[in-house]
Nanobody, 128 residues
Framework: QVQLVESGGGLVQAGGSLRLSCAAS????????MGWFRQAPEKGREREFV??????????YYADSVKGRFTISRDSAKNTVYLQMNSLKPEDTAVYYC???????????????????WGQGTQVTVSS
């Protein structure tokens, strides 16, 4: 198992930027793909895919809603994955979760079932 701790959330105005960090500990971080998901506050909203990155950063994947605005990256020396969020919109408001792939064979964890470990989440609120 890997333990994940997110940070960097907060309140920002529309058009602003935030950078989320996810510090990992436990198993070998550098061997596993990582992902970011989010869950909006509306009742009944499911956790949705935001971005994912392969273990070696050779592939990065994004939801259509964030393409061109968000960038995922990782620093294996620091056991940390990042989500740079620019041009934020009110509809980006959600709790953002970092997650680690369940197995090394999962190269692009874009489905929640691909993930084996989750952080506690960090709140991002974008005001209009």
């Amino acid at each position: 198992q890997v333990q994940l701790v997110e940070s960097g959330g907060g309140l920002v105005q529309a058009g602003g930027s935030l950078r989320l960090s996810c510090a990992a500990s436990g198993r070998t971080f550098s061997s596993y793909a990582m992902g970011w998901f989010r869950q909006a506050p509306e009742k009944g909203r499911e956790r949705e895919f935001v971005a994912a990155i392969r273990w070696n950063s050779a592939g990065k994947y994004y939801a259509d809603s964030v393409k061109g605005r968000f960038t995922i990256s990782r620093d294996s020396a620091k056991n940390t994955v990042y989500l740079q969020m620019n041009s934020l919109k009110p509809e980006d408001t959600a709790v953002y979760y970092c997650a680690a792939a369940a197995y090394q064979g999962v190269l692009a964890p874009t489905q929640s079932t691909d993930l084996g470990s989750w952080g506690q989440g960090t709140q991002v609120t974008v005001s209009s």
